[in-house]
């Protein structure tokens, strides 16, 4: 009876999470457009959304600018990771208390702040300004989900191939990041998702006729959603989906998968 309870809490759980994207999977083939009225199947919502050049043009600068921050953060918080990891204890704590904030801190608070920074410097808000702002909320997710790996990795294997010989580049490159691999792709896909799904920062630090898909939305809530924006949903939650699944088969042991 206790497991039966278990599976069926655990089923209300994922019905609560999944139940909206199943919804508006099912109506970006509805016919109308309405939210609430099914009138028929068709896929016109798809021809549309590769005929609207706003929705396309958001999307491009939405899936540049992630791909740019991903490259750059997973970068950055692998090489801080490292460095943390090899620090002294009390300024191993100092460091990952100041890598806490911006995951912390509200995300009115960091869009407001670099809004207020970029005006202070006179840097003009567009692609270079979002671009920042991303790299430097997610470089923290990536620190930490770099440091688990570092340690359950063995201090001794670096310096055993030091000891043998090895340059600390080619130790780095042949000893320490097969090690953390599993780390820095989570951290690039959480790097890569936040990038894509954010909306508050963009909203601050974007201008100049650059808007990212999040906040054409948005200019869109105010006169009526496209029901194309259903579909291009239904289109990224696929893809997502689907790269979760290769990431997942190719982290795999061998031995496990024939299990």
Sequence with gaps: MVNKLKKFYVFLIFVFLYAPIVFLMVFSFNNSKLKT??????????????????ILTAFTN????????????????T???????YMKKWKKSLILNINYIPVLNPDIVTAVSLMVLYRLVNMENGFLTVVLSHIMFTTPYVVLSVLPKLKQMSRSLPEAAMDLGA????????????????GIFSGMILAFTLSLDDFVVSYFTTGNGFNT?????????RRGINPAIN?????????????LLVVYKTSKDPDELKR
């Design 37 to 54: 009225t099914w009138t028929g199947f068709t896929f016109k919502w798809y021809e549309e959304l590769f005929k609207n050049e706003e």
């Design 167 to 182: 340059t600390p580049l080619y130790t780095f490159r042949k000893i320490i990041i097969p090690e953390i691999k599993p």
């Design 62 to 77: 939405t899936i540049l600018v992630a791909v740019i921050t991903t490259i750059i953060a997973t970068i950055l918080g």
């Design 231 to 243: 579909a291009l949903s239904t289109l990224m939650f696929l893809a997502i989906l689907i790269l």
């Design 213 to 221: 898909l999040s906040v054409t939305i948005f200019s869109m809530a």
């Design 79 to 85: 090489t801080a990771a490292i460095g943390i990891y």
